[in-house]
T-cell receptor
Framework: GQQVMQIPQYQHVQEGEDFTTYCNSS?????IQWYKQRPGGHPVFLIQ?????EVKKQKRLTFQFGEAKKNSSLHITATQTTDVGTYFC?????????FGTGTSLTVIP | IAGITQAPTSQILAAGRRMTLRCTQD?????MYWYRQDLGLGLRLIHY???????GKGEVPDGYSVSRANTDDFPLTLASAVPSQTSVYFC?????????????FGSGTQLSVL
């Protein structure tokens, strides 16, 4: 079964609104990575979180790793049309990465 | 430009035919991977190779085979294609194959099996 679940599957937002995607694992993760895939493109690495409770920021993007290292979130503040794409988390169970199902973000201008 | 090259970009294949998807990287990465991407299922690992000469099975290996004769090339073969293998296939690489390394992806191959 799916090791890493991600919600929501789809999200439509008005430009300027915030967006959050959540990633949940049934097992404790060693680390978690986030990737972005533009429409028609390939996944591109964004960031890796390793420590319990870790928070990292990249401009308007904020990434969090849960205290129990079983969940993570990506929050985008004031979305722009350039944020359009599918965001994937990838959880490391210790010997393998499991990608989440992805959240497809549409930004309405 | 350094990176991963996949070929073909897209392919329509009759069921039962044999097909090899090609993947070449020029980053001298030790580890390479094949993923398939399906709507609602995300990216699932088919096979991987941590170094030339070795390969391993991922989550969904059935119906696929790989080889790693050298560092640069990691072809994926469908011996007898079936419609359920219709998908987008991504090849990826990482420096050493450790699970704290980021993955670099190729541009993908869209495969349709009819």
């Amino acid at each position: 079964g799916q090791q890493v679940m991600q919600i929501p599957q789809y999200q439509h937002v008005q430009e300027g609104e915030d967006f959050t995607t959540y990633c949940n694992s049934s097992t404790t993760l060693s680390n978690i990575q986030w990737y972005k895939q533009r429409p028609g493109g390939h996944p591109v690495f964004l960031i890796q979180l390793v420590k319990s409770g870790e928070v990292k920021k990249q401009k308007r993007l904020t990434f969090q790793f849960g205290e129990a290292k079983k969940n993570s979130s990506l929050h985008i503040t004031a979305t722009q049309t350039t944020d359009v794409g599918t965001y994937f988390c990838a959880g490391n169970t210790g010997n393998q990465f499991y990608f989440g199902t992805g959240t497809s973000l549409t930004v309405i201008p | 430009i350094a990176g991963i090259t996949q070929a073909p970009t897209s392919q329509i294949l009759a069921a039962g035919r044999r097909m090899t998807l090609r993947c070449t990287q020029d980053m001298r990465h030790n580890a390479m991977y094949w993923y398939r991407q399906d709507l609602g299922l995300g990216l699932r690992l088919i096979h991987y190779s941590n170094t030339a000469g070795t390969t391993g099975k991922g989550e969904v290996p059935d119906g696929y085979s790989v080889s790693r004769a050298n560092t640069d090339d990691f072809p994926l073969t469908l011996a007898s294609a079936v419609p359920s293998q219709t998908s987008v296939y991504f090849c990826a690489s990482s420096e050493e194959g450790f699970t704290n390394e980021k993955l670099f992806f190729g541009s993908g191959t869209q495969l349709s099996v009819l």
